[in-house]
């Protein structure tokens, strides 16, 4: 596998729009970007950051994931997700993570992710459905 720096940085933007808010107080109140949608741009964040630096063949899977949400975004506003490789423990990444809409901190914490050969994880998952 190829050297990957420790302090590798990623960054993503998102516009916030409808289809990725959610609303669990009640009919009349606001609609925020969903905690899942932020985590899941906080892992494609940590991934890209690495992607190149991969052989070909490999890429990575999240494993972990341990972020607070701290602040409610609504639609319509831009998020900046941001991660930076902090440790290497053999194919095991581990990232700190953030995310800042245009007034503040939103989320922040930490993301694993596992190196992975493409093929073989495809075969074992596929053997796995097959119920093999």
């Known amino acids: 596998m190829a050297a990957i720096p420790i302090g590798t940085k990623g960054e993503k933007k998102l516009r916030v729009t409808g289809d990725i808010t959610v609303s669990f107080l009640g009919p009349d109140s606001p ?4 905690t899942p949608y ?6 494609y964040t940590a ?18 994931v341990n972020v607070r949400h701290l602040a409610a975004t609504p639609p319509g506003m831009e ?18 993570v953030e995310a800042f809409d245009e007034k503040e901190k939103i989320g922040e914490g930490t993301h ?4 992975v050969h493409i093929e ?6 596929e053997a796995k459905g097959a119920g093999r």
């Open 79 to 96: 998020v900046i997700f941001r991660s930076e490789l902090l440790e290497i423990d053999n194919r095991r990444l581990i990232f700190s």
């Open 31 to 34: 609609h925020v970007l969903g």
């Open 38 to 43: 932020m985590i899941l741009y906080m892992e």
């Open 47 to 64: 991934r890209d950051s690495v992607l190149p630096h991969l052989d070909p063949g490999f890429d990575t899977v999240g494993t972990l």
């Open 112 to 115: 694993e992710r596992a190196i």
């Open 120 to 125: 073989r994880f495809t075969a074992r998952v």
